[in-house]
């Protein structure tokens, strides 16, 4: 078997440099190109990875870290774990990702604690595991004709079967896996990585006694390459002696949110993280080099903590960023450069990868952004008993006080917040910031917009009414280029999910809020028409979440800064007349501590900067909030600790999963009845089922009927459509009340 790679990255970003992944998915959903067409350009943003990475001196590439949509949807195909009423589609890997006019797509939620959404795999009585390894095979080769021998990656067995909540069918699957790497072998590959993230989380006894089952079964195969297992987003702990007693040749342990201060692994190659995947700061060499120094193994490999998936790719393509905080930053191509850096200082060419050239100093390897936190399958979380907020009364005085000032009928009907960006307001923004449209003009441009969408809600019949945002270029983006303490970037793209893509703003100093934001088009909106309109605002920790933060101070003083520039604008917009406020944080699970000694203490300072942002409002001030797409059924007290008067959360594409949760939520709540994640138009019987599901659990003065989340990404013409649908349903069911 050949040495491990001395440096090498776990991932790397997959959407292109200039997003040409997400504008040749939507050329061929829409039918203006063909599969071929789609093909081509996956595999030119895979050679030119592959070459950019070698040119950079990289010695370990990886392959089948590409993916059209998702990597775990990506492994539910490669094991055969496809629905059987997905297999007669046109494209069952893109009916699984979207759903079509006549199939719901699969569940989405979020990837452990980042704002990366995978695909959750469906795995029932009836599911058959059979081995289809035509993705990673044909990426191998693809690489070996261009020159590269790489090293595939593949989400491993453990982690995948706790995802779909299935490690009862681990037998199964690790026959497909033995099967795999005996493909592989026959194919001349010296190393296969298998991703177990979950094994960071705390697990229990038998959740480790699979591990140990499926690395000494895998590891026990005949025929097969190196074994890599690669664990990351936080400190492997209790799992780390099960792997260490496994046949396994290679560890990969994460040293920049794991916090180990050393590892003893004689015997095996440990492949070090030193360089973050998650943020865009520069890596400390003294530091780097102290935390290798910590590793006692056979061999030592440098590489990223993570893979570089969740960073943009390149510092370069900033031209507008302050030359002095630039200097700061490392994106996916500096932070490869970083590893090859470090991987050349720490080990002498004689004896590369053997013996660190570093000083023998145990590292401080405390998280630079935020601490490691939970994947979907944490446990729930449960908070005392809420308390009123400061400055607000009991919500039962609350509701009353409300509902005399709004008279809403039962089952009030809204929607989250955003209306579709259409490519004209798109185009308009890009002319104001080229300078060939004047500021007044495009102002003038966005007006109309709300406009429209307020005649259109009131002509669909909505009871709740929204200003569409369309002077918003992202929901966190839009707050930071009106915030001190924030940078923007033109090209710093993050692949949010399939062809989503967002633009993290970077938080590098104090924050504070010069004017109000939102005060002046939410006021236009609510001047349009005698419905009320809802004022429009992300939270403190999604807006800190959904950012690259300052590694100088404690994560929470930074949320609380933020929380303070949000409550002056609810009261801007209380004081304009605006008599609805929703205040969105769909991150509050997101952020949710791996190990469950830490949850606790987050729950009760995140709950504390959301309560600080709104409690300034009054009883007769209706607070909405939103979550979405994150598992919030395991953190609903924290949730109704917030004491928010109405919560909206994603419920329609889960397949009401948290309606099993909600029983005892004492406040209004509107589970989602239209998944906006798909093309699909929900029926107004499919939404009056859902809707049926939700009054079966909960009174109906505290229901409302709204979609999963915003509309943003969907079309005028199945939003409307669909809306419609949705007001049909709760009319039916507001008549039979």
Known sequence: ?????????????????????????????????????????????????????????????????????????????LLGAVPARYRDADDPYFAMARGTEQLAPLRMTKWFDTNYHYIVPEIGPDTVFELDPGKPLSEVREARALGYETRPVVVGPVTFLLLASALDRLDEVLACYEELLSVLAAEGVAWVQLDEPALVADRTPEELAAVRTAYERLGAAGARPGLFVATYFGETGEALPVLAGTPVEAIGVDLVRGGVPGIDLPGKTVVAGVVSGRDVWRTSPERALAALAGVRAGRVTVSTSCSLLHVPYDVAA???????????????????????????????????????????????????????????????????????????????????????????????????????????????????????????????????????????????????????????NDMVQYFAEHLDGFAVTANGWVQSYGSRCTRPPILHGDVGRPSPITVRWAAYAQSLTGKAVKGMLTGPVTIVAWSFVRDDLPLRDVV????????????DLEAAGVKI?????????????????????????????????????????????????????????????????????????????????????GRGLGPGVYDIHSPRVPSAAEVEELLRATLAVLPAERVWVNPDCGLKTRTYEQVEASLANVVAAARELRDAL
């Not at 609380?560 to 009261?571: K, L, N, T």
């Not at 004491?643 to 029983?663: F, H, P, Q, W």
């Open 318 to 472: 900033e031209p507008r960023l302050d030359p002095a905080l630039k200097e700061r930053l490392a994106f996916a191509e500096q932070k490869v450069a970083e590893v090859v850096a470090l991987s050349r200082t720490a080990f002498p060419s004689s004896t590369a990868g053997l013996v660190p050239a570093a000083p023998s100093v145990a590292p401080s390897v405390a998280p630079s952004v935020a601490p490691s936190v939970a994947p979907s399958v944490a446990p729930s979380v449960a908070l005392p008993a809420p308390v009123a907020a400061e400055g607000r009364g009991p919500y039962a005085e609350r509701a009353a006080a409300q509902a005399e000032r709004l008279r809403l009928p039962p089952l009030p009907t809204t929607t989250i917040g955003s209306f579709p960006q259409t490519g004209a307001l798109r185009a308009a923004r890009a002319a104001v910031a080229a300078g060939t449209l004047s500021r007044e003009d495009y102002e003038r441009r966005v007006e109309a917009e709300i406009e429209r969408v307020i005649r259109l809600q009131e002509g669909l019949g909505l009871d709740v009414l929204v200003h569409g945002e369309p002077e918003r």
């Open 560 to 571: 609380f800064q933020v929380a303070d520039a949000v409550r002056e604008e609810v009261s």
């Open 1 to 77: 078997m050949s040495p491990f790679p001395t440096s090498t990255v776990l991932g790397y970003p997959r959407i292109g440099p200039h997003r040409e992944l997400k504008r040749a998915l939507e050329s061929y959903w829409d039918g203006r190109a063909t599969r071929d067409d789609l093909d081509r350009v996956g595999a030119e943003i895979r050679e030119r990875t592959w070459r950019r990475l070698a040119e950079l001196g990289l010695e370990g590439l990886p392959s089948n870290t590409f993916s059209m949509y998702d990597q775990v949807l990506d492994t539910a195909v």
């Open 581 to 665: 406020i929703q205040v969105d944080e769909p991150a509050l699970r997101e952020l949710l501590p791996l190990r469950r000694a830490a949850q606790d203490d987050y729950l009760e300072w995140a709950v504390a900067t959301y309560r600080r942002a709104t409690s300034g409002a009054s009883d007769r001030t209706q607070i909405h909030t939103h979550l979405c797409y994150s598992d919030a059924d395991q953190i609903l007290a924290a949730i109704d600790g917030l004491d928010a008067d109405v919560t909206t959360i994603e419920s329609a594409r889960s397949g009401g999963r948290i309606l099993g949760a909600v029983k005892a939520f």
